[in-house]
């Protein structure tokens, strides 16, 4: 889908105070340098107009959360979400994923968040899809020990491609479904991204793993 460009949209990102400008200067300091506290870390890759990560931040007071997202429209959506709530818990980086290395520390996120990826379906672009093993070796040296990926989808072929993925790297699974909103269970703490309430509202199955580095 083509994102519809809002004119001077990476200037005012680059402007706004809930945007983390040069995050590579807080390489594993995040939360003391821009939380001021030592509460555990959590990130959302693809954090698109940040309804989950807003709404998660809101429900969880005691831990930080860095959203990121590379494309400067759909930031923009979300840090004008955040100035109606302020929380102080909630920070955003406009990154592109590939990157994130040069910004994460060793054992500094406590838990990665991956809702509704691009699902990059063309062979060639493998290595562009976040829950691709590419991205998995990233993510393992970001990780605190027990650290786990939380990976939402409504595409079976990205999900399928996920899981094989994993299993390849062995990471081990801790939580699987091929249709989230009908396990009741699990649907009491779910946070729906924007996506994921357009889509479930089609009747599309939603899939969700939990993995751990085993």
Request: glycine content about 6%.
């Amino acid at each position: 889908m083509r994102l519809r460009n809002i004119t001077g949209s990476r200037e005012m990102i680059a402007e706004n105070a809930f945007v983390i400008h040069e995050p590579e200067r807080y390489k594993g300091n995040f939360a003391k340098e821009i939380f001021g506290n030592d509460w555990p870390l959590y990130i959302e890759i693809g954090t698109g107009k940040g309804q989950f990560i807003l709404t998660l931040a809101e429900r969880e007071p005691a831990a930080n959360f860095l959203g990121l997202e590379k494309y400067s429209t759909v930031l923009l959506k979300a840090v004008r979400k955040m100035a109606e709530k302020e929380l102080p818990n909630l920070r955003f980086i406009r990154m592109d994923a590939e990157y994130i290395l040069d910004v994460f520390g060793e054992n500094e996120i406590a838990g990665i968040y991956l809702n509704f990826s691009d699902p990059w379906p063309k062979d060639r672009h493998e290595k562009r899809r976040l829950p691709s093993s590419h991205f998995l070796e990233k993510y393992e040296k970001l990780l605190k020990p027990m650290g786990e990926i939380t990976f939402k989808t409504d595409n079976q072929e990205l999900f399928d491609f996920a899981l094989e993925e994993a299993k390849k790297a062995h990471w081990e699974l801790l939580y699987v479904t091929g249709d989230l909103h009908q396990d009741q269970e699990k649907m009491r703490g779910n946070i729906m991204t924007e996506y994921e309430e357009k889509f479930s509202a089609l009747g599309n199955p939603i899939f969700e793993y939990i993995i751990r580095k085993a």
